[in-house]
């Protein structure tokens, strides 16, 4: 039996499209460019990431001698055999080609921004001999080659701390801080080198050289005349050498040998000062490879006298080789020196 319906209701019929006739939306295409395996999208020129190939490959020539080789029916057994051989030497080729790529890949090799900011961190003997080492990498592991250029490098430095404490014994420097202090006074004397002329240092040697005497505190008037009057002070008209300086508490004297002492103190120069003129003096000697005694004086404007004591103090202690007549000379004023010094009373200067 059918139930009546209510015919009387009313239905906001919405106009509906089919989906036929709906427009496609259109997909915005996007901004950024996708990545194609070129050479030029990698820091490694012919590089090519996307397919792990580089674009001049090892024995980038093996498939020349195999491009035109084909097996035919009237091949001779000799042929094939040859063909078979040909195709084993590519084949050797091929696996050469591949472990050299894993090497490089596993290696770490393609990163070659951080390879470099890494070597810019090392000097240039530790640059050198990693070089040098990097032969031994294909017979070893990546863990193996890293411990065994580590100990290398850890033996380069070592024999560079060990020269370097050497050198500071002989010059006479037996503590760790007077080698800092040294260190970084000779530091200050190459930055001046470099960025004066020689006379240039030669004139801040003088004004080194006065500013020192300067300072030092004169005697008071009556404690000269007591001195004086007792015989410990030279009057004058009378010729005789000044008395040594006390340097032993004065700035540097630890940067000094023992000989290299007993100079500044007859000679009455502070240790500044004379590093200053030791400095000018050996780095003009070895720029130019040999120095006489006059070029040793226009080098250094202070007392001529007291350059040249300098200037033989430095032949007798090896460190400037004279040759010939000018090697006679050295030895005959050297003596001329010491003798007068002996007669006079004063302390001769003595070599190392």
Not at 54 to 66: P, S, V
Not at 91 to 99: A, E, G, Q, T
Not at 172 to 189: C, D, F, L, S
């Amino acid at each position: 039996m059918l139930v009546p319906q209510d015919m009387n209701k009313e239905f906001n019929l919405v106009e509906a499209i089919p989906s036929s006739q709906k427009r496609p939306k259109v997909a915005t295409p996007s901004r950024q460019k996708p990545l194609s395996s070129q050479p030029t999208n990698h820091e490694i020129a012919g590089y090519m990431p996307g397919r792990l190939e580089f674009e001049t490959e090892y024995e980038n020539d093996a498939e020349q001698n195999i491009k035109d080789m084909a097996f035919n029916e009237d091949d001779s057994p000799e042929d094939i055999e040859l063909k078979h051989m040909m195709l084993g030497i590519y084949n050797n080729k091929l696996d050469r080609r591949i472990d050299r790529k894993l090497f490089i890949i596993e290696r770490g090799l393609l990163e070659y921004r951080k390879i470099t900011n890494a070597e810019r961190k090392r000097s240039r003997e530790e640059r050198e001999l990693l070089n040098n080492l990097k032969v031994f990498a294909w017979h070893q592991t990546a863990s193996d080659f890293n411990v065994f250029a580590e100990g290398h490098l850890n033996e380069l430095r070592l024999r560079h701390r060990i020269a370097q404490l050497q050198d500071w014994r002989r010059h006479g420097i037996t503590t760790i801080k007077g080698g800092e202090q040294y260190e970084a006074e000779r530091a200050n004397m190459l930055l001046r080198a470099r960025t004066g002329t020689i006379k240039e240092s030669a004139n801040i040697l003088d004004r080194l050289h006065k500013i020192a005497m300067r300072q030092r505190t004169p005697e008071p008037a009556a404690e000269h005349h007591a001195l004086v009057s007792k015989g410990q002070v030279r009057k004058p008209g009378k010729h005789h050498p000044p008395n040594p300086l006390d340097i032993s508490d004065a700035d540097g004297v630890h940067l000094l040998t023992p000989g290299e002492r007993q100079l500044c103190s007859t000679l009455r120069i502070l240790p500044r000062p004379y590093l200053v003129i030791k400095e000018t003096i050996l780095g003009e000697y070895a720029r130019r490879g040999s120095l006489r005694r006059r070029q040793a004086r226009e080098l250094v404007k202070i007392d001529v006298n007291k350059t040249g004591r300098i200037y033989d103090f430095f032949v007798e202690a090896g460190w400037i080789k004279t040759t010939g007549r000018a090697a006679v000379a050295a030895a005959a004023v050297a003596a001329a020196a010491a003798a007068a010094a002996n007669t006079s009373g004063s302390p001769s200067v003595i070599s190392q």
